[in-house]
């Protein structure tokens, strides 16, 4: 089969297609036709050597994707050949086919792209939880979303209004102010104006946001700022740098809260992906939550993929067609 690959660590020009031999299964696994994958800034960190990858060159990046079921281990019951399905953390996804645990993958609906299934695997998964497990958005919650254009900015956008929350959106640029207000974003504010008071006003009698979504870091001190009391800060990415050190008295004294989140530590068995992938794939068929079309690359062209993701000229999710 043909990889797209690297031997050696560096920028865009290591990535070439190689000939290698097909993935073989274990009885609790299938194997997957690959039709679209998801390209991540996770894949150019292991490209430069800065993340751990596992084995020996020729190396294998993507690990977001979607595809048909194409052989099925022995012990498989959950699918059968010709079975569209997805997986947001299956590794060696640059590939025309993959090996994948059947406790990985998820169905998904016929209504569904495969473009557009493998382009919200981790973003959307990463919304959800966000939404449902760090912080329980309730009526009328007050959300501060940072990066509110970008990928997961988006969907978390949607998912709060969905679930009847305000949000006040955070961004860098005019257009992107305007892309975060056509998908439902109530007030945004740029990172150059004086944001964290703009926010406090703008909340009103409450004084402060009920959560912040941080993905910044180096802004989470600016972000406990516009919190209100008893509210609360999820960290889950650090975009800008590393946030400093949070005294636990600043905690006590605010009656603030500070937790974390990784999308790792959620998907942690069959039913916990099958379930949240379901109800995710049910907001977008229905129309409740809208994607913006995913800019394409074959698969020979990764190299070019990887230079658009990292010029972060691009808008919306980059994918790799197989």
């Known amino acids: 089969m043909k990889a797209l690959v690297f031997r050696e660590f560096g920028n865009s020009e290591v990535l070439h297609m190689e000939e290698i031999e097909k993935p073989s299964i274990q009885k609790d696994e ?52 010709g079975d569209r399905v ?33 382009s919200i695997m981790l973003q959307g998964l990463t919304a959800h939880y966000l939404v449902n497990d760090s912080f329980q958005i309730k009526q009328n919650d007050i959300a501060l979303v940072h990066a509110v254009a970008g990928g997961v900015g988006q969907l978390l956008t949607q998912m709060i ?10 961004t860098s640029s005019e257009e992107k102010k305007n892309t975060a207000l056509k998908i439902g974003a109530d007030e945004v504010f740029l990172y150059s104006d004086n944001w964290v008071d703009k926010v406090i006003i703008s909340t009103g009698d409450k004084n402060g946001v009920d959560v912040v979504y941080e ?22 990415g650090m975009a800008g740098g590393d946030p400093v050190h949070i005294d636990p008295r600043m905690l006590m004294d605010t009656s603030k809260t500070l937790t974390g989140g990784d999308l790792w530590n959620v998907l942690t068995s069959k039913e916990e992906r099958r379930k949240r992938s379901t109800e995710l ?8 939550i809208s994607i913006q079309t995913p800019t394409m690359f074959s698969l020979e062209e990764g190299k070019k993929a990887h230079e658009l993701l990292e010029s972060r000229k691009s808008t919306g999710k980059i994918i790799l067609t197989v």
């Open 30 to 81: 299938i194997l997957i036709e690959m039709k679209a994958v998801g390209v991540n800034f996770a894949d150019i960190y292991r490209r430069k050597g800065n993340y751990h990858l596992a084995g020996e060159p020729p190396f294998i990046l993507g690990y977001e994707g979607s595809g048909i079921v194409s052989k099925i281990g022995e012990s498989v019951t959950d699918f059968k050949i």
């Open 161 to 170: 209004k969905l679930k009847g929350g305000k949000v006040i959106g955070l």
């Open 281 to 288: 794939f049910s907001w977008i068929v229905n129309g409740q």
């Open 86 to 118: 997805a997986f947001a953390d299956v590794p060696f996804a640059n590939a025309e086919y993959v090996a994948a645990k059947e406790t990985h993958v998820v169905p998904i609906p016929d209504e569904l792209s495969f473009e557009i299934a493998a």
């Open 215 to 236: 993905s910044v870091g180096s802004t989470i001190m600016d972000s406990f700022k516009c919190t209100k009391i008893h509210g609360t800060v999820v960290f889950y």
